[in-house]
């Protein structure tokens, strides 16, 4: 093993369709027009000197170590800004350009500490190598006089000199180092977006700023680590290579936060973990990250981690440390008691978006071959289940319709209850790319997010809606693109339905659903919906991304309907730059629908009445299968509660915390006489467990996560398992335990059995994504190198279906004792339920969840910014500080769910998607007040939460 390494081209590729030929130091080299000539030059093999150019960022041509001599031409102009010409005769290597090189260079390190031994940079320093290319080996110049380098000049104070800057809690910035290259302030604008970087002064005075003139951790700087990945020198560096040194193998992994699937290079010291940098052949991220990705891996090793299996009896016992044989035995022993006292379905289990396609394929199975019965649920039916049932009902298939590159052909972009910029913030940084270079935008929040406006980008059109609203404001564009004749008849004609649109169209058209009706519904201004609309319909390649804010509703199903219609009425669908993008938030939640985790589906969304499809696993793994579809948590709960369901195997979720109305689930739990929870840490959950399995990080396994673009990626074991299991061993020593013959030895072979009995994974092998890199299903026979983009020439299911969206108002309503709509959302620096985040650094910028309330209701109630508030609804009540905002709109308030001592979900109520039950988190009334402290619920959970973790020490024998 070594360090994987990538060629640094220097300049971005062309897109170019014509090519163009030309010589360089003697070789002919052909590449497509609008290359540079560094760039053919790395093609043909020959690398041209440099320290501002790298292909992650456009050509700035400012070092002048680049430059080349082309004959015909005066001068030695800089390869990197030069582009190539037909014909063109390059020379790289003259003794002239040599000069030249050195002399620049000599100027360099003039103004440069020479600390090369002892810098953190040392083995992997661009200004290192480039000197050593160009043959310096004195520099004429000295050090004395004005510099940046030494805090004394003379004996005086030099006032070039910057201390390091060691606020951000993942990487320095040393200025005495800086060669001003400008590639870490490019990177920010170009990569990023954010713009948090400047180059401030002039001439020598010159030098790389956060912001005017601020610490980092002050600035606007979103630690992505773009600038630090940019840096040639050691000026930005990660502070574990400090720490640890340089590295010295690396593997390529996928990230296990959101749905966007960034590939990594994991790179080590051993069995070390030194940093995570973005993989540029990773077809996801391009090369990109973000905070949690980048740098929030210490999870891992957190010493709140637990790694030995542990038993009790009863949920106000402490726990019990005990071998890997006796937990899965008493669990073992424990289920087949349940069922056997209370019947075969009174046991179940949850799998998890967190863990692999392996992993989740292996629990399902568990539960209808070994359990025999369907109870099987993941969170993914809590997030995203209408997306899977809205589109497979128009469409024909239950998943995104795009690649996330199809986003740089798009001409208008409709983000609908979604905030890339902090759930998916590598896609974020793409799409705003594209809308820095001309396309429109266009968002339907409550919220003014930072999508809305940020550094260099505005939507054209904001529509504030009222939550609960989007079924009627979604179908009023559609009322507005058929009244004014927007659509596109010859594709519908050709690939829908004609009848079936003539009567949506029917009905879109109904008074009842035009912007001036909806608006005064909505709280929205009825003209931004008619130009929303005419923008959508006219304006291109028409895109559409939406999220939670979509799904998490008592209508969640229908407002995917409503989408899927719109995107079909103006054509937006088959071909690059358009689609229906479901945006989602986890690592794996599209794997783990993928495959099977629901209770009325086997994997590849096929129904358990199935009879042949039943026959398939039957005949496999030797058991009846049940036709019957099992219980989702909500009934799970609710049979518990009734006294009827006593077992659950819970992977890699914490349902106490992320499932609505926690009262509810804590009910449920506390019901049960064997709750299994297999995870990392004592999550919430675990409160009301009797096992606890400890889990593996994605560190620590082999296997596959499936993004939201459909993409199958590697996960590639990097590192031993501190649990001395990874979790698909887990789950097989728990099927053997109870009687079921599995012997997988790898999980590539679970993954061959996966792709045997899946359609849609027919092709899909280890050895075939080593070849392919990644591949998005289907992929099969028909589809061998993957489907980046689906519906083509037809949709999936023949033609694509319109189907009426009538607007039903939610029952959760506001009155007089709940006048405010609580909405809840994620934050850049957190996820999900905080587990892993919250184990890290990035509690620097997020330690806690605050209330966001607009100034006009803060001031009506008396509050003021930072105040303990108390939140009430009908389900129940907690406390927090209020943030006075007005991001969002009177009348609504926001907060997050990252961090159980709040426990948002406590006041979540039990309402949920007519079609899947998802729950409905987006709408509840809710009232805000003054407080003095924790409600009466957080103190008692409070205690018993410690109660509950307590670890009984052993006793050492006399």
Known sequence: MGLIQ????GTPASTSQKQVTLTVDGFTVTVPEGTSIMRASMEAGIAIPKLCATDMVDAFGSCRLCLVEIDGRNGTPSSCTTPVAPGMVVHTQTGKLKDIRRGVMELYISDHPLDCLTCAANGDCELQTQAGVVGLRDVRYGYEGDNHVFKKNDGAENFKWMAKDESNPYFTYDP??????????????????TFALTIEGRGFG???SPGMHQLFIDSECVSCGACVQACPTATLSEKSVIQIGQPEHSVVTTCAYCGVGCSFKAEMRGDELVRMVPYKDGKANRGHSCVK?????GYSTHKDRILNPMIREKITDPWREVSWEEALTHTANEFRRIQYQYGRTAIGGITSSRCTNEETYLVQKLIRQGFRNNNVDTCARVCHSPTGYGLGQTFGTSAGTQDFDSVEHTDVVMVIGANPAAAHPVFASRLKKRLRKGAKLIVLDPRRTEMVKSAHIEAEYHLPLKPGTNVAVVTSLAHVIVTEGLFNEAFIRERCDWDEFQDWASFVALPENSPEVVGKLANVDPDLIRGAARL??????????????????????????????LAMATGNIGRPGVGVNPLRGQNNVQGSCDMGSFPHELPGYRHVSGDAVRDIYESLWGVKLDDEPGLRIPNMLDAAVDGSFKGLYVQGED???????????????????????????????ANYAHVFLPGSTFLEKDGTFTNAERRINRVRKVMAPKNGLADWEVTQKLAQTMGLAWNYQHPSEIMDEIAMTTPSFAKVSYDYLEKMGSVQWPCNEKAPEGTPIVHVDGFVRGKGK?????????????????????????????????????????????????LEIHPHDAENRGLRDGDWVRLTSRSGETTLRALITDKVSPGVVYTTFHHPDTQANVITTDFSDWATNCPEYKVTAVQVGASNGPSEWQREYDEQAKQSRRIATLQAAE
């Open 293 to 297: 990705g980048r740098f929030a891996y």
């Open 802 to 850: 319109f189907i009426r969206t009538e607007y039903v108002a939610t029952d959760e309503k506001t009155g007089p004792r709940f006048p405010l709509l609580l909405t809840t959302g994620r934050i850049l620096s957190q996820y999900n339920v905080g587990a892993q985040t919250r184990r890290t650094d990035n509690v620097m910028w997020h330690s806690e969840d605050r």
């Open 536 to 565: 959508y319909a006219r304006g291109g390649n028409g895109s559409i991304y939406y999220g939670l804010g979509v799904t998490e509703h008592s209508q969640g199903s229908t407002t995917v309907i409503a989408i899927a219609n």
């Open 655 to 685: 349902i106490l915390q992320s499932d609505p109305d926690t009262k509810h689930v804590a009910a449920g739990l506390a019901a049960m006489e064997c709750v299994v929870v297999h995870d990392l840490f004592l999550n919430e959950t």
């Open 176 to 193: 005495s180092k800086c060669i001003v290259c400008s590639r870490c302030v490019r990177a920010c604008e170009e990569v990023q977006g």
């Open 6 to 9: 990538e060629i640094d081209f």
């Open 206 to 208: 010159s030098r790389v």
